[in-house]
């Protein structure tokens, strides 16, 4: 007995049922619908990609062609090295690096190690992390210049806290900011109490990633809280605090702010006079743009070139 025949109307409706055999959708449609569900990210993306071309490389790429010209009534002209030549003759050139170069190792001095100790205490307290984390990024919160200015108060010679403190033990009063020994140290300290707040945040971020486990092990072995923190928690956290140590170089080899509120930029005998304090004396008070951005394009080869030794030094050492 033969099988049934299907029907024309069941044929039909079995050919249509069978999926159709096409190869893959066309390069330029998938691509269309990929781009339409992602109109949105490519658009932030473009802005976020202009906003930093206009912002960040159009300076650069501006100021490298400043440091090659000189601007007279409008008119702009090629001088060559002429604006290089300008900024090391100038007296005020080696004492601008000598007194970053001061600022920067005392800031790593204080400003490196005392967050990182401030993180190591909150970390070992059992009540009121949230509270003092709080109070220890809280001068992070304030404005840049009220910051500066509270100092200025507090190192004021004729009412100034730090001298009523001294003068109440005993001690000397001292010229914080108009003695040229400790102009320097007293612009250090206001920028670490200014600046400490985010950076204890992330080491105690660190710290709290280090297994417990480790510090155990450490104690059965007869470690004490030093060898702990030698041993176990520099080790822990080397990647952060190279990071950080590179941060922080690159932040105070830029130090504008706290120098040109505290003693007025140049400071007794030019005691505070950073770099890029004289890269503002020369756009700003000389009408120089070009030596100003001589000066700048030498801040940012020697930047540049620090961050490419550093980072093949870290590659060095991991491998």
Known sequence: MSAPSLTPSKAARARHAQPPVDGPPPRGRFFGRSLKRNLTAHGFLIGAVLCFAFFSWYPMVREFLLAFQKTDQGEVSWVGLDNLRTVFNDPAFWQAWRNTLLFTVLALVLGFAVPFVVALVINELRHGKGYLRLLVYLPVMLPPVAAVLLFKYLYDPGYGLLNELLGSVGLPEQQWLQDPDLSMLSVVIASTWMNMGGAALIYLAALQGIPGELY?????????????????????????????????IIATMQVFVEPFLLTGGA?????????????????????NYGAAAALGLLLLVLLAGFSAAYVKLNRAEDE
Not at 221 to 246: E, F, N, Y
Not at 267 to 284: C, D, M
């Open 267 to 287: 400071g007794p005998e030019g005691s505070t006079t950073t770099v890029v304090y004289l890269i503002y004396q020369y756009a700003f008070n000389f009408n």
């Open 216 to 248: 155990e092990a450490a104690e059965l072995d007869g470690a004490g809280l030093l060898r702990k923190v030698w041993h176990v928690t520099i080790p822990q956290t080397r990647l952060i605090l190279s990071l950080m140590l590179l941060m922080q």
